[in-house]
DNA sequence: CACGGAACGG
DNA sequence: CCGTTCCGTG
């Protein structure tokens, strides 16, 4: 990749690859190169991938990146374990859940309670190639293909 | 519960 | 920027 060292401009900026269109979220690892910090998605993205999370949040069957937050004060324990930050709760997680609907990275599926949805419409993450949510819950990733 | 402004900090 | 903390409003 043509990687230029300056810093990103950090807009909306997509970045084409073979067709399509990839937003820069989709490209932030957990592992950034000087350790940036764990963003929210990709912890959640990380608890969805485990079954053993499933009784404390879990893909929605039948819409396509929807998921519930079945233990809201579990995920926040979580997340503050994870983040040093022992008075997270889910009212504080939550508001950086809002803070993703403006970036375009998750929006609230209203009247369903604790209830959230990727947009990862029909995009392909670069970090999660092909993610696959079957009616079990469990998500697939394989990077076949390419 | 869910929303979003505001102040703040790493 | 990316949340964290706090909080008024619906």
């Given at each position: 990749?043509?990687?230029?060292?300056?810093?990103?401009?950090?807009?909306?900026?997509?970045?084409?690859?073979?067709?399509?269109?990839?937003?820069?979220?989709?490209?932030?690892?957990?592992?950034?190169?000087?350790?940036?910090?764990?963003?929210?998605?990709?912890?959640?993205?990380?608890?969805?991938?485990?079954?053993?999370?499933?009784?404390?949040?879990?893909?929605?069957?039948?819409?396509?990146?929807?998921?519930?937050?079945?233990?809201?004060?579990?995920?926040?324990?979580?997340?503050?374990?994870?983040?040093?930050?022992?008075?997270?709760?889910?009212?504080?997680?939550?508001?950086a859940l809002r803070y993703y609907y403006n970036k375009r990275i998750l929006h609230k599926t209203k009247g369903k309670r604790f209830t959230y949805k990727f947009n990862f419409n029909k995009l392909v993450m670069p970090n999660y190639p092909f993610i696959n949510i079957?009616?079990?819950?469990?998500?697939?990733?394989?990077?076949?293909?390419?």
């Open positions: 990749e043509p990687e230029s060292p300056r810093r990103r401009p950090d807009r909306r900026r997509t970045v084409r690859g073979r067709g399509y269109q990839f937003p820069d979220w989709a490209y932030k690892t957990e592992s950034s190169p000087g350790s940036r910090q764990i963003q929210l998605w990709h912890f959640i993205l990380e608890l969805l991938q485990k079954e053993e999370f499933r009784h404390v949040i879990a893909w929605q069957q039948g819409e396509y990146g929807e998921f519930v937050i079945k233990d809201p004060d579990e995920v926040a324990r979580l997340w503050g374990r994870r983040k040093c930050k022992p008075q997270m709760n889910y009212d504080k997680l939550s508001r079957r009616s079990s819950g469990k998500m697939q990733t394989s990077l076949g293909g390419e």
